[in-house]
């Protein structure tokens, strides 16, 4: 199975799950029910966004080269993406004390660390206003991000790292 064809799948299971959610939505009068599955659809939304960048990379590259040049010379989509965060992520050391003042408030950038890594969630659309479901920018969110994205590490290779966070 080709990258494209793995990634339109990923997308076709993401929008029958984001359309079973959607009716969950409408036949439940819980309100900790709907939020909780408020949060699972922007988290799918989320990922069908990654998929759809993904499958653009894919289609993108595959114009600008042929195949077997490709599968030769480059790593796939989501080794990239993995090697470029690892290569990309600054050797920035940064307290707790010091990531506290990263707020979004104030003109300051938005950051959050998870798992010793502080990442920059300024311009990310689920971290609007420099919030998401409660948490706040500026906070090392390890256990939170833990408990609710079990098994999403796409998330994180989704946002640009900053630095790491000394205990």
Known sequence: MSNIDMYRRQMDLTYSEINYLIRLLYATNDQETKNLTLNQLWNKFSHLQFINQLLYNECFQSHMSTPTTLQASQPSIPEAITQQNQTNTPQIEITREQLSEFTGMNGKPAYV???????????????????????????????????????????????????????
């Open 113 to 167: 660390a998870v798992d010793e890594i502080i990442y920059d969630v300024t311009n990310n659309a689920a971290w609007s206003v420099a919030s998401h479901f409660g948490l706040t920018a500026g906070e090392d969110l390890s256990q939170e991000f833990a408990s609710c994205h079990t098994g999403q590490q796409w998330i994180l290779e989704t946002l640009p790292p900053v630095g790491r966070l000394i205990t």
